[in-house]
C-alpha cells in the first residue's frame, strides 16, 4: 500500500529488505514508531479555539486573524498579508491578480508541488517547466531565459526546503523582460538571503501553513503583497471579486462585484490556532534548526562513505530548518533505505513527482526526461523525520539506525 500525504508519497508495500539486515541484526527495532511528521500544537491553542467559539466571530479576518496578519506583516517588512485557507488558494489569489488567461505562459520548477502550477492552469495559462538546479533543487536560472516566449507573464520560484533560490539572477532576468514574479515559499518562512526575508523579492509571495509546516493550522495559507498599489486587487480577489473590504472600513456604503475573485479567506478558527502556533515560533524554530544541524553533522561521514548526497545550503542562506533529506545513489538504493527503516519502525518519505512528465503536465507540452535533475531528484530523495516534537533521543536512534545501514 502507498499512502500520499500533501504531495510526498510515504512508505508502503511490505518490506523486502531482510537481507540487507545481516550486518545490523544485533540492533532491535525501535519499541516506538518514529512517524516521519506530527504537526505541533502550542499550550495556548486549546484557549484561544474556545475564545473564538464562544465569540461567535468565526468568519475571516477576525480578531486573531488580525493578529496574524499584524505578525507575519512584520516577518515581511511591512508588506501586506492575506490569510487564505491554504497555500494553493494563495496561489490562485496570485494568478487572479495578475489577471492570468488563456494564452500566458508561467515558468515553474519542474520540481515542486503541483498547486505552484495548477493554480495559473486554472484560469488558462501554460505551466512552462524547467529544471532545478542539483545543489538546490532551486529553479535554474541558467535555464530560464530559454524558456521564455512572448507569452510569458510570470516565473514562479520556490525556495526549495526553504533555502532561496538565486533572487539575484532570477529578478535581473525578470526585469528585462518585464516579468512578474511571485515567490511559491510555502517551505521558506524565517528563511532569508542575505539578510533580506524570502517572500518579499517578487510582487507577491505565498505562505502554507498545512499541518506539514513549520507554523501550521491544520490547512492554511498566505499571500504576502509587496506592492501598495496591489492591495486593493488582493482584497477584492480574496471577497469573491466585491468592494466588500471597503465597504467594511467604512469607505462605500454597500458593496458589489467589481472584478475577479473567489472566497480565500481563513476562518478566524484556523486562525485562533495559528497564532498559538506562531506565539511559538521562536522556540520551535530552535529546535527543528538543532534537528536539522544533529542530522547533517551526525550523518556526514557515514554520508561521504556512501555517496550519499546531503543538502547544501549557498552562502548568504538562512534556511528555517523546514525539511532534512538525503539524496540516495540511485532509485533502488532510496527504496532499500526507506524500507530498512521501516523495519526499524522509522517512517521517512520521498517527495514531489516531477510535473513536466505528470499526465497533466505532458498534457501542457511538457516531455519525459527534459528536465533530468527533477527526475534524479524524485527518484533518489528520501526526508527524514523533522518535527517540533522529535525529541533528542528519537531522532539519536534515527540516526544510529541509519549509521547502520551499509548500503549493501
Ligand atoms: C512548494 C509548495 N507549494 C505549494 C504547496 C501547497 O500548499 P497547501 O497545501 O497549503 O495548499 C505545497 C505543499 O506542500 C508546496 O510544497
Redesign the pocket.
Known amino acids: 500500500m502507498v499512502g500520499y500525504e ?2 510526498s508519497i510515504l512508505l508502503g508495500e511490505k518490506s523486502r529488505v531482510s537481507e540487507a539486515r545481516t550486518e545490523t541484526q544485533i540492533m532491535q527495532p525501535t519499541a516506538t514508531h518514529i512517524p516521519f511528521h506530527k504537526p505541533y500544537c502550542a499550550p495556548a491553542a486549546e484557549g484561544y479555539l474556545r475564545t473564538t467559539l464562544q465569540s461567535g466571530r468565526w468568519a475571516g479576518n477576525g480578531p486573531f486573524g488580525q493578529k496574524c496578519r499584524q505578525r507575519l506583516s512584520q516577518l515581511f517588512h511591512g508588506a501586506a498579508v492575506f490569510l487564505t485557507p ?6 490562485e489569489m496570485a494568478a487572479v491578480i495578475l489577471g492570468i488567461g488563456p494564452g500566458d505562459e508561467v515558468i515553474v520548477p519542474a520540481f ?2 503541483v ?2 502550477a495548477s493554480a495559473f492552469a486554472l484560469l488558462g495559462a501554460t505551466p512552462i517547466f524547467v529544471d532545478v538546479e542539483p545543489s538546490t533543487l532551486n529553479l535554474n536560472p541558467k535555464l530560464l531565459e530559454s524558456a521564455i516566449s512572448p507569452r510569458t507573464k510570470a516565473i514562479v520560484p ?1 525556495h ?1 526546503a526553504g533555502v532561496a533560490c538565486d533572487m539575484e539572477k532570477i529578478m535581473k532576468i525578470a526585469a528585462r523582460h518585464n516579468l512578474e514574479v511571485v515567490e ?1 515559499n ?2 521558506g518562512l524565517f528563511g532569508s538571503l542575505n539578510g533580506r526575508s524570502l517572500g518579499t523579492f517578487g510582487s507577491l509571495s ?1 505562505l ?3 499541518e ?2 513549520n507554523v501550521s493550522c491544520g ?3 498566505a499571500l504576502v503583497v509587496n506592492r501598495a498599489d496591489w492591495i486593493e486587487r488582493a482584497e477584492i480577489a480574496q471577497e469573491k471579486g466585491t468592494n466588500r473590504s471597503r465597504f467594511l472600513m467604512g469607505l462605500i456604503d454597500k458593496y458589489t462585484w467589481v472584478s475577479p475573485g473567489s472566497s480565500y479567506l481563513l476562518s478566524d478558527l484556523n486562525s485562533a490556532l495559528l497564532w498559538a502556533n506562531l506565539e511559538q515560533m521562536e522556540h520551535v524554530q530552535r529546535h527543528r534548526t538543532d534537528l536539522w544541524n544533529r542530522y547533517q553533522t551526525g550523518l556526514a561521514d557515514w554520508c561521504s562513505r556512501l555517496g550519499i548526497g546531503q543538502p547544501f545550503v549557498p552562502a548568504g542562506c538562512q534556511h528555517p530548518a523546514h525539511l532534512y533529506y538525503l539524496m540516495l545513489p540511485d532509485l533502488e538504493k532510496r527504496q532499500q533505505l526507506m524500507l530498512y527503516l521501516r523495519e526499524y519502525n522509522v517512517q521517512a518519505a520521498y517527495h ?1 513527482q516531477p510535473l513536466h512528465s505528470s499526465p497533466m503536465g505532458l498534457r501542457y507540452g511538457g516531455q519525459q526526461s527534459v528536465c533530468p535533475v527533477a527526475e534524479a531528484a524524485a527518484a533518489r530523495m528520501l526526508r527524514l523525520p523533522l518535527y517540533a516534537g522529535l525529541t533528542h533521543e528519537d531522532q539519536a536512534r534515527v540516526v544510529e539506525v541509519l549509521l547502520a545501514w551499509s548500503g549493501a
Open positions: 500533501n504531495g491554504s497555500c494553493t488558494a494563495a496561489l515542486t508541488f498547486s505552484s520556490v526549495y511559491d510555502a517551505h505565498t502554507s501553513f498545512h506539514t509546516k490547512e492554511g495559507g514531489y
